[in-house]
């Protein structure tokens, strides 16, 4: 028997052309005779006759029905013509979002942002209807001629009700985008659709896939235990709350995603709107994305605007003591000691005044200093970060941070850095180094954050590679064109490899911005090549 369909079904749509074909039923564009406009037809084929087949088809027209929205394609018949089964639906024409996907990714963040907010909207629409789509994804996002993306194909939707939800994943949904929860045969719930949609927002961003797997069972395994690279290493200028929203919805807990599709889309809305500046999470919001409950989110780290004289001074006592906790080598003598060293083995030094440098850092009129005086004396920094003690990164220690929400600071802040991503790819360098930044001889990169007012620890991990010939790269921590520490061997091994330092303190009053300048001072070359330094990120949390 012929799988073609007629060319008029059920005496009523008149068929034009094919427009796609899924796994049990093939779509046409045609026209509605009786009301005179295009709407596209889906056929079941006839090939498809089982049992299940007939029973997913019905549940589609029935699930797509019993909702109506602006961003969810709409259902105008269902019926059967003979053997033949249908639907009649309204004919989206601007294609769909896999192929704007393939044609333009990543697209620009307000428009990633505004179709995102229309897939939420149709899903949020969805879910009242007590529908889990289960297969959200780029080709069933329907885009029309204006631009507005509509929600489509429930071919494998669910009541939330429904018994099958905690069935086995057949992979009818794309691998990319299924939630880890269904690989570990847990039920689909809302939070499986704002998964996916978490992925196809990445997508949009960034142009990449959360996790590059190659075959569906290694994009299951990495749902289930990789971490996504954050989206602003593929792109500076994702607003940092942005990135925090994606991440959020790709977390692997579903209890710890959005509660809702209307919670997320709030969210997407208000983190669009942030200009490029760090998320502003404190403990309370951090406890609140584990479980999934919306709360007030106060200030907690940022990266810096600015650096004041009071901050360089502030990071040559960090420096120090976080690098050498690092044990990558001595400090540097100096004929003197530095009024910053002073500072830090006694509080009784109001009268010292800082060695003048060759490259003094001027003072931001419009930063508020602590004292009246236009640059405060290094005892200020004691002032502010009191008794200055490294601790130990033990279990008990580290577990301060469990609930603290993480700065990151990416390799295009190192800046001063070679990104061969952005700065173009070098001959000999394999290709996890293409998103890091790079530290050859004599070159020097910084970063920036800040120790936000309440802070009383600082946990700093650092994740970094390093050129293993000769000549050694020698990593120097410097405050304008003074070395403070300088050593072999900061990441040893050939891995990546992480380090992290605690510094203790007393609870400090105001902000701290801070600036750290890292050298590579090892032999420079006539080109590219060893010895570099490769830094993947900088990650900071603070605790009380």
Do not use: C
Not at 435 to 461: C, D, K, M, W, Y
Request: aromatic share 4%; hydrophobic share 45%.
């Amino acid at each position: 028997m012929s799988s073609s369909p007629p060319t008029v079904i059920a005496g009523r749509y008149r068929v034009e052309a094919p427009l796609g074909s899924g796994g049990m039923a093939t779509t046409y564009l045609a026209r509605d005779l009786v009301l005179d406009r295009p709407v596209a037809v889906k056929v079941l084929r006839l090939t498809s006759s089982q049992a299940t087949d007939l029973a997913r088809f019905e549940r589609e027209a029935r699930a797509a029905a019993a909702v109506s929205h602006p961003n969810v394609v709409q259902v105008f018949d269902a019926g059967q013509d003979g053997e033949r089964r249908y639907i009649v639906m309204e004919w989206v024409d601007g294609g769909d979002l896999a192929r704007l996907i393939r044609e333009r990714a990543p697209l620009p963040v307000k428009e990633a942002v505004r179709i995102t907010v229309d897939i939420l909207q149709g899903l949020a629409a969805i879910h009242r209807a007590g529908i889990v789509h289960r297969d959200v994804k780029p080709a069933n996002v329907l885009l029309d001629r204006q631009g507005r993306a509509k929600l489509t194909d429930f071919g494998i939707a669910r009541r939330s009700d429904d018994p099958t939800l905690s069935g086995p994943v057949e992979l009818v949904g794309t691998a990319a985008y299924v939630a880890p929860e269904r690989v570990r045969g847990e039920p689909a719930t809302p939070a499986s659709d704002l998964y996916a949609v978490g992925v196809i927002l990445y997508e949009l961003l960034t142009g990449h896939l959360p996790y590059p797997g190659q075959t569906p069972e290694e994009l299951l395994a990495q749902h289930l235990h990789a971490v996504p690279v954050p989206p602003r290493r593929w792109r500076r200028d994702i607003p940092p709350a942005l990135e925090q929203v994606v991440l959020r919805a790709l977390t692997k807990d579903p209890g710890a995603r959005y509660r809702s599709a209307e919670a997320m889309l709030a969210a997407l809305q208000a983190a669009a709107q942030q200009p490029g500046r760090a998320p502003v999470l404190g403990r309370s919001a951090a406890v609140a994305m584990r479980s999934g409950v919306e709360v007030g989110r106060p200030r907690l780290l940022a990266l810096a605007g600015g650096a004041t004289a009071l901050s360089l001074a502030v990071v040559a006592v960090l420096a120090v003591l976080t690098w050498a906790q690092l044990g990558g080598g001595e400090p540097v003598p100096t004929p003197v000691p530095s009024p910053v060293a002073q500072a830090t083995r006694s509080t009784a030094t109001p009268t010292v005044a800082p060695t003048p440098t060759a490259t003094a850092t001027p003072v931001p009129t419009a930063t508020p200093e602590p004292t009246p005086t236009p640059e405060p004396t290094p005892s200020a920094v004691v002032v502010l970060f009191g008794s200055l003690e490294i601790v130990q990164p033990t279990p008990p220690e580290l577990r301060r941070f469990a609930e603290a929400p993480a700065l990151e600071l990416a390799p295009e802040e190192v800046e001063g850095a070679y990104l061969p991503y952005r700065d173009g790819a070098l001959p000999g360098f394999t290709r996890d180094l293409a998103n890091a930044a790079l530290l050859f001889g004599q070159q020097s990169g910084t970063v920036r954050f800040v120790v936000p007012a309440g802070s009383e620890r600082l946990l700093i991990e650092i994740e970094g590679r390093q050129s293993r010939g000769n000549p050694p790269a020698i990593l120097a921590l410097a405050l304008g064109d003074r070395i403070l520490w300088q050593g072999k061997d900061a990441f040893p091994g050939p891995d990546w490899a992480r380090r992290s330092v605690i510094v203790a303190f007393d609870r400090l009053p105001e902000d701290v911005p801070v600036t750290v300048t890292l050298s590579n001072l090892g032999e420079s070359s006539d080109r590219d090549d060893e010895p570099w330094l490769a830094i993947r990120a900088v990650r900071v949390r603070v605790a009380r």
